[in-house]
């Protein structure tokens, strides 16, 4: 059974858009429920009726979550803390005002969270001020429809929220809704926009006549100027909505295979420690057999008793098939293939880099996406909320004017933490060019910035000159 074989047996909703159904199949590989849908557990052979019930319809005992493996990997490598970039700007006081902010509202858990979540596709984070504090919330992008100017295709123009809810859960919101309709379906809606977050009364699904009305009591104005939301396509390509997912199709169908074929030979293996027994007749005599060394079964001469069992290099041979099926897994997903049982020694980074290269590339490609695609912009939106709204810190006290026209940028870590050798090698090669009048101290002193926590280049070097 394939991906698109499983995708068959979930619900669709036709009042929602295809990409409705196409994210929730994806997140549900992400959440581990894919198969959740299945009626029948893996050792149920045969239904209340006695009807043999194919593999397809039973859930795998044995589940490899590969495709999860990769994305949190990938996430891993691009947000953790040996890995966020720090803020490159030529303005300290921009810079130092920009990395408290991104400590309070602890940007680098929400750039993971949302690197995650948008592995189907795309991911949306949600900027606030309220009070002076800066909060970021991520959205995922199920139920959201985004909208962009005509004249700036990368500016939003408005995201719209839009799903489904019963009566019941709208009643417990505080909506005036009676209680016979607690078990009918409502549209709930909001809308985000240059001014404001717009809240629409809830409307029935089956009332063709009935239609959005805003709800001016919910309805909060911001006033920022622009769509308080950043929207990140995951990859290259898709459909100019959504990009296209971490995990391929290819990858999704041979974790599948692993887990139904993990499952089967869990099975054979429980079967070889209890084989079938068959007696054959004349009987040895009335009453259940029991199998065991106290039990000696006694036949006639015309009888036999013999126990069906299957051959042990079966279970060989399904252990080669899935690590095959696993190497083609990672392989299409851009994941790690590399085994630390190999590692004899210690590595440099740069060995790690090329052992991991697959999984770096990936993450690289990733960085575009959520790194100067979508860090950058939340970053450029806070300078541009501090210019409406004085910021506080977590205190209270107040964090300096930001510089509106100040260029912002990120420096990234290496991928692997270097070793002594790699930082005795490269201190080496940065003397020798320095000396040699083909590198400025100044470039010596922001390549190494990052590995040694430096923030501020120009302050490192009045520093030497200092000393």
């Not at 394939?2 to 047996?9: A, H, I």
Request: hydrophobic share 45%.
């Amino acid at each position: 059974m394939d991906f698109q074989s499983l995708k068959d047996g979930y619900p669709r909703d036709p009042d929602y858009p295809a990409r409705v159904f196409e994210l929730a199949a994806l997140q549900r590989v992400l959440d581990g429920t894919m198969y959740a849908l299945l009626p029948h557990p893996f050792h149920e052979e045969r239904n209340g009726a006695g009807e043999y019930v194919p593999l397809a319809r039973r859930r795998p005992s044995a589940r490899s979550r590969i495709c999860r493996t990769v994305v949190d990997d990938a996430v891993s490598l691009l947000f953790s803390e040996g890995h966020f970039p720090a803020i490159d700007c030529a303005d300290a006081v921009t810079r130092e005002a920009l990395e408290t902010v991104v400590r309070e509202a602890r940007l680098n858990e929400v750039m993971m969270a949302a690197a995650a979540a948008g592995a189907v596709g795309s991911v949306a984070i949600w900027l606030r001020v309220l009070k002076g504090r800066v909060f970021c919330s991520v959205l995922p992008t199920l139920y959201l429809t985004p909208q962009w100017l005509a004249d700036a295709p990368d500016v939003l123009a408005s995201v719209t929220e839009r799903y489904k809810v019963k009566g019941a859960a709208l009643r417990a919101m505080g909506y005036a809704i009676d209680a016979d309709d607690d078990g009918r379906d409502f549209w709930f809606q909001r809308v985000w926009d240059a001014r404001a977050e717009r809240w629409f009364a809830p409307w029935p699904v089956d009332d063709a006549k009935a239609g959005p009305v805003e709800d001016a009591a919910r309805t909060v104005a911001h006033g920022l100027g622009f769509v308080p939301i950043v929207w990140i396509r995951n990859l290259p390509g898709g459909n100019g909505v959504d990009g296209e997912p971490t995990m391929p199709v290819e990858a999704i169908d041979c974790q599948i295979e692993i887990d139904y074929q993990l499952s089967q030979a869990g099975r054979g293996l429980r079967y070889s420690s209890d084989p079938t027994l068959l007696i054959k007749e004349p009987a040895f005599g009335d009453g259940p057999v029991v199998k065991g060394a106290a039990n000696a079964l006694v036949v006639s001469a015309e009888g036999d008793a013999k126990l069906l069992e299957i051959n042990g290099t079966a279970v060989s041979a399904v252990l080669d098939y899935v690590r095959t099926l696993r190497e083609l897994a990672l392989e299409g997903a851009h994941g790690n293939r590399a085994h630390a049982d190999r590692i004899s020694a210690a590595q440099s980074g740069r060995a790690m880099e090329l052992m991991n290269q697959a999984l770096i590339w990936l993450a690289d490609r990733l960085r575009i996406s959520y790194g100067e695609g979508a860090y950058l912009t939340l970053l450029n939106m806070i300078v541009a909320a501090a210019q409406r709204c004085a910021l506080v810190d977590r205190k209270g006290r107040a964090l300096p004017r930001m510089d509106a026209d100040a260029a912002l940028g990120l420096r990234w870590p290496a991928w692997y933490a270097p070793t002594c050798a790699d930082e005795l090698s490269e201190a080496q090669a940065l003397s020798t060019l320095h000396g040699a009048g083909l590198l400025s101290r100044s470039a010596a002193v922001a390549v190494l910035a990052p590995a040694y926590g430096v923030g501020d280049v120009e302050l490192e070097l009045a520093r030497l000159v200092d000393e």
